[in-house]
T-cell receptor, first 114, second 113 residues
Framework: GAGVSQSPSNKVTEKGKDVELRCDPISGHTALYWYRQSLGQGLEFLIYFQGNSAPDKSGLPSDRFSAERTGGSVSTLTIQRTQQEDSAVYLC????????????FGQGTRLTVV | GNSVTQMEGPVTLSEEAFLTINCTYTATGYPSLFWYVQYPGEGLQLLLK?????DKGSNKGFEATYRKETTSFHLEKGSVQVSDSAVYFC????????????FGSGTQLTVLP
């Protein structure tokens, strides 16, 4: 597709369950970012991938959160043992190169933990 | 730390009205500043940017000037349209790239015909 694609668009899960969120970046984009938007708050940086370099995980809120990027393309964000405070919209973005100031965002995955 | 503060919404205007959405920032360094827009049902997209003091970013009739002395980057448009209805996010980046953008909380704009 032409843009960043995220799936699922909505996810409702029970507290304590694991969830996986998927991001398909724009083809050819080497940089990929995950952000989280909680209700009434701004976007919070989670993790950043650039090519084959080690990811910048400095924004991950706890060790229950992890992410990987396979083959330099698709990325999966995994949240283990979900908690109610994990409820948020999870946004993925990609950019052509590291130094680019233009990131293209997907529509996000709305996660609700009940 | 770094932070971005936006005027609280929602903002409701009539078509052709003048728009200002205030944005101020705090940063340990010299950030690049951005406005992103999220139209209903779509992902965030970059609207405009400025990388140094006194730069003016502009796009689609929107403008914002990087004011170092007031640490501000207010978004303005002289005549809004219904199609401008969206959520607007002010953001900064110290690295100059989209890496680790710091966003404001967003301002919902509704333009009525």
């Amino acid at each position: 597709g032409a843009g960043v694609s995220q799936s699922p668009s909505n996810k409702v899960t029970e507290k304590g369950k694991d969830v996986e969120l998927r991001c398909d970046p724009i083809s050819g984009h080497t940089a990929l970012y995950w952000y989280r938007q909680s209700l009434g708050q701004g976007l919070e940086f989670l993790i950043y991938f650039q090519g084959n370099s080690a990811p910048d995980k400095s924004g991950l809120p706890s060790d229950r959160f992890s992410a990987e990027r396979t083959g330099g393309s698709v990325s999966t964000l995994t949240i283990q043992r979900t908690q109610q405070e994990d409820s948020a919209v999870y946004l993925c973005a990609s950019s052509l190169v590291t130094g680019s100031t233009e990131a293209f965002f997907g529509q996000g995955t709305r996660l609700t933990v009940v | 730390g770094n932070s971005v503060t936006q005027m609280e919404g929602p903002v409701t205007l009539s078509e052709e009205a003048f728009l200002t959405i205030n944005c101020t920032y705090t940063a340990t360094g010299y950030p690049s500043l951005f406005w992103y827009v999220q139209y209903p049902g779509e992902g965030l997209q970059l609207l405009l940017k400025a990388t140094k003091a006194d730069d003016k970013g502009s796009n689609k009739g929107f403008e914002a000037t990087y004011r170092k002395e007031t640490t501000s980057f207010h978004l303005e448009k002289g005549s809004v349209q219904v199609s401008d209805s969206a959520v607007y996010f002010c953001a900064l980046s110290l690295s100059g790239s989209a890496r680790q953008l710091t966003f404001g909380s967003g301002t919902q704009l509704t333009v009525l015909p």
